[in-house]
């Protein structure tokens, strides 16, 4: 990965007047080739392999087959307000947010597409900023972006960028984690506190503070699903906990098996300042969005092994154990609360936070 200058960065001459997007940028003239050359490409090109600057990437079967004879590919937008908030931006939320998609599949993240939608008027050094966080994080989950696109809106269209991502992966043998193969008896894992990529988002535009600052769990979760398959090949589905929260995702995987999930709320681990600002807020843990945050469905046999596995990987020192399935009350999820009740945890009505990833 190339590092450019991001200080008071523009496009280079002859187009140096320009410190902000404008709609040349998007003509398919000589200033968006310019902003390919000497922006896109040179960030995004990883270990000596340079991003070609043709019409499509050539992949070539055999590499991308030597672990496997499965391909999964997945499609996320991202349009997250603001783009730079604590813990992140929305260049690396997409590039964690296609990467997680295809993790949860059970497969290893290859490639990546980058398709960009500029506003008029968004500042470069801004652009420059975001791009070189988006190829950080394609270097850390260890995935090349390899083709892409640039769009240019007028001012007032497109509140600063938007980013489109595409994800190719492949499947090792053996590995299926799908809700069909979930099954009465199995437990529920999750990698770590729940809601704080919600709450930093919903904190900044509020412009609350706490006495601890919470900051966006956005994280590449291929490296744990891998370690986690590995520990037990047969893990039966995953997801990540994205919009709706760990809630969502449980009542998809319900629904998909048709079986009953039980979460013991006691368990679910939350920090204390994402508790008490969904307290002030009114929002339920549960319901609140992440995006380095996983749910895990396993066989209660390989549960230690599993947990075992998180636990010694960055993203999971703080996994636990949260409820099991069952099968009363097929396609609904009940949570067990911490005074002995229970109540139905059910899908968020509406978009509790609006643009968040």
């Known amino acids: 990965m190339t590092t450019i200058n991001l200080t008071n960065f523009v496009c280079p001459l002859p187009l140096r007047r320009y410190p902000q997007i404008v709609m040349g940028h998007g003509s398919g003239g000589q200033m968006m ?30 590499d991308i087959l030597a672990n496997g004879s499965r391909l999964a590919f997945s499609a996320d937008s991202f349009v997250v307000s603001p783009a730079i908030f604590p813990g992140g931006d929305i260049g690396s939320l997409a590039v964690h947010g296609t990467v997680n998609d295809l993790a949860m599949m059970g497969a290893q993240p290859l490639y990546l597409s980058a398709s960009f939608i500029l506003e008029e008027g968004l500042s470069l050094e801004t652009l420059g900023q975001i791009v070189q966080s988006m190829a950080a994080a394609a270097q850390i989950a260890g995935v090349r972006i390899v083709t892409g696109d640039t769009k240019v809106v007028e001012r007032g269209h497109g509140d600063g960028l938007y980013i489109n991502t595409n994800g190719v992966g492949i499947l090792p043998p053996g590995i299926n984690p799908t809700p069909g193969r979930v099954t009465p008896g199995d437990v529920l894992l999750v990698n770590g506190p729940l809601g704080d990529h919600g709450i930093a988002i919903m904190s900044l535009r509020a412009g609350l503070q706490f006495e601890t600052q919470i900051v966006s769990d956005s994280a590449p979760l291929n490296g744990l699903a891998a370690e986690m398959l590995k520990a037990c090949p047969d893990l039966h589905a995953m997801r990540d906990l994205t919009r709706g929260g760990l809630a969502a995702a449980a009542n998809e995987l319900a629904r998909d098996a048709n079986v009953g ?55 999971g020192q703080q996994a636990a154990l949260i409820g099991r399935v069952t099968e009363t009350h097929p396609g609904v999820v009940v949570g067990r609360t911490a005074i002995g009740g229970q109540r139905v945890i059910d899908l968020p009505a509406g978009e509790l936070l609006p643009r968040i990833c």
Do not use: R, W, Y
Not at 298 to 309: D, K, R, Y
């Open 33 to 62: 080739n310019e902003l390919i050359e000497h922006l896109f490409a040179p960030v995004f090109a990883g270990a000596g392999q340079p991003v070609p600057l043709s019409d499509a990437a050539v992949l070539e079967l055999p």
């Open 261 to 315: 999930l039980e979460i013991e709320e006691t368990a679910v681990p939350v920090q204390l300042a994402v508790a008490g600002a969904c307290e002030m807020l009114g929002l339920d843990p549960l319901h609140v969005a992440n995006e380095g945050k996983l749910l895990a469905i396993v066989p209660a046999g390989s549960a230690e092994v599993v947990l075992a596995a998180m636990h010694n990987h960055p993203l």
